[in-house]
């Protein structure tokens, strides 16, 4: 997905900035609610939370607890890769498994997040899947023990 800089796009005045915020504390709010809160109808928070979706700037989903669903093996898997990154990075936000997916710098060129039912699970996604991708030359599979935070509350800066 591409990306511009929060400052740069158009979308991103100060109300939507407080809209965005609103939501990352709590997603349920209602747009009459969320409206009060910055000056707006509810028609015009539905507007621009709209017009925010579209634009890609935001999603709005249910996190789940992976555990608490069935999916009890997270890890990260950090990739090297042969060739042109693209291609493998695209191969890989195919796969149902992986939830993010990231191009980056350093020792690594993709890291991926994976989420499985179990070991074997997660053994078969990297064995048949991951590392028989086109240009995938090293893969190290970081297992999650335990999850410390996950926060979604960044705001807009």
Known sequence: ???K?????????DIAKRIIELLQEDGRLPYSTIGKMVGLSEAAVRQRVQKLSDAGV???VAVTDPMQVG????AMIAINV?????????????????????????????????ICEDDAS???L???????????????????LR???????????
């Open 147 to 157: 999850l410390c935070k996950q926060s979604y509350q960044w705001g807009t800066r």
């Open 82 to 114: 042969e060739g042109p990154l693209d291609p493998v990075a695209d191969a890989l936000s195919a796969m149902d498994e992986i939830d993010y997916v990231v191009v980056c710098a350093g020792r690594f060129d993709i890291l991926c997040e994976v």
């Open 1 to 3: 997905m591409n990306r």
């Open 71 to 74: 999916l009890f093996r997270q």
């Open 5 to 13: 800089n929060a400052a740069q796009h158009p979308l991103l005045d």
């Open 126 to 144: 990297i064995s048949t899947k991951i590392r028989t991708v086109p240009g995938v030359r090293y893969a190290e599979t970081l297992v999650y």
């Open 58 to 60: 935001i999603q709005i």
């Open 122 to 124: 997660l053994l078969d």
